[in-house]
C-alpha cells in the first residue's frame, strides 16, 4: 500500500506570494490533517478535513486554508505569505476516528 | 483548548539504560495518547498509543503508562539502542469527531551513545 504523498518536498517562495501544498492520503483513508512543525512552535495542529468537510481547526489565521475532494486528496493554501510561515508543512491521514495517523514526508516552505 | 506540557526537551543516555519521558495534558476530554518518533529529516512514525481505558500498554522494549486522575502519561525505553536516538513526540486528542485533532507536546531529544 502506498503510503501518505506531500508534493512538492520543497518550495521557495517570496513574501506576499501564495502557495499550494498536495496531500494525497492512503488509500481508503477518509481523514486528512495538516500540521505545521517549526524549531521554535513544534507541531502545530492547522486543520483536518474528513469526507470533504472541514471536522477541526486550529488557530491560525484566515491565510491558511484548506480543502478535500471526492478521492480524499486534500490540499492546503497559504496566501499572503510572510517569513514566518517558512516551516515544514506535514499531512496525516487516518482511516476512521481513532486509528492511527500516518504522516507524510512533508513539504518545506521557505518564504524569502 | 488542549495544551501538551513534555519533559524532559534533551535526554541522554548510555546503551542499555533506559529512558523515560513524561508529558501532561490540560483537557479532561482527552482520551487518546499516541506517542511519535521522528528521526532527522523523516516523517514521524507512531511508535506506540493508549487509549483512557487503560493504564498501562507494552510492546516489546517500548510501553506508556497513564494517569487519567493526575493527566499525566509515560514513554518508557528499556535497554536502549544508538537506533533508539531521534526526537518523540507525546500527543493528545479528544475522541469521536476531534480524532483527527491531536496537540502534541514540545519534544524531547533522545540520544543513545553506544
Known amino acids: 500500500k502506498a503510503g501518505v504523498t506531500q508534493t512538492p518536498r520543497y518550495l521557495i517562495k517570496t513574501r506576499g506570494q501564495q502557495v499550494t501544498l498536495s496531500c494525497s492520503p492512503i488509500?481508503?483513508?477518509?481523514?486528512v490533517s495538516w500540521y505545521q512543525q517549526t524549531p521554535g512552535q513544534g507541531l502545530q495542529f492547522l486543520f483536518e478535513y474528513f469526507s470533504e468537510t472541514q471536522r477541526n481547526k486550529g488557530n491560525f489565521p484566515g491565510r491558511f486554508s484548506g480543502r478535500q475532494f471526492s478521492n480524499s486528496r486534500s490540499e492546503m493554501n497559504v496566501s499572503t505569505l510572510e517569513l514566518g510561515d517558512s516551516a515544514l508543512y506535514l499531512c496525516?491521514?487516518?482511516?476512521?476516528?481513532?486509528?492511527?495517523?500516518?504522516f507524510g514526508q512533508g513539504t518545506r516552505l521557505t518564504v524569502v | 483548548g488542549e495544551n501538551v506540557e513534555q519533559h524532559p526537551s534533551t535526554l541522554s543516555v548510555q546503551e542499555g539504560d533506559s529512558a523515560v519521558i513524561k508529558c501532561t495534558y490540560s483537557d479532561s476530554a482527552s482520551n487518546y495518547f499516541p506517542w511519535y518518533k521522528q528521526e532527522l529529516g523523516k516523517r514521524p512514525q507512531l511508535i506506540i498509543d493508549i487509549r483512557s481505558n487503560v493504564g498501562e500498554k507494552k510492546d516489546q522494549r517500548i510501553a506508556v503508562t497513564l494517569n487519567k486522575t493526575a493527566k499525566h502519561f509515560s514513554l518508557h525505553i528499556t535497554e536502549t539502542q544508538p537506533e533508539d536516538s531521534a526526537v518523540y513526540f507525546c500527543a493528545a486528542s479528544r475522541g469521536g469527531t476531534s480524532y483527527g485533532k491531536l496537540t502534541f507536546g514540545q519534544g524531547t531529544i533522545l540520544t543513545v551513545h553506544p
Open positions: 496525516a491521514s487516518s482511516a476512521l476516528g481513532g486509528t492511527e495517523a500516518f
Open positions: 488509500s481508503g483513508h477518509r481523514s
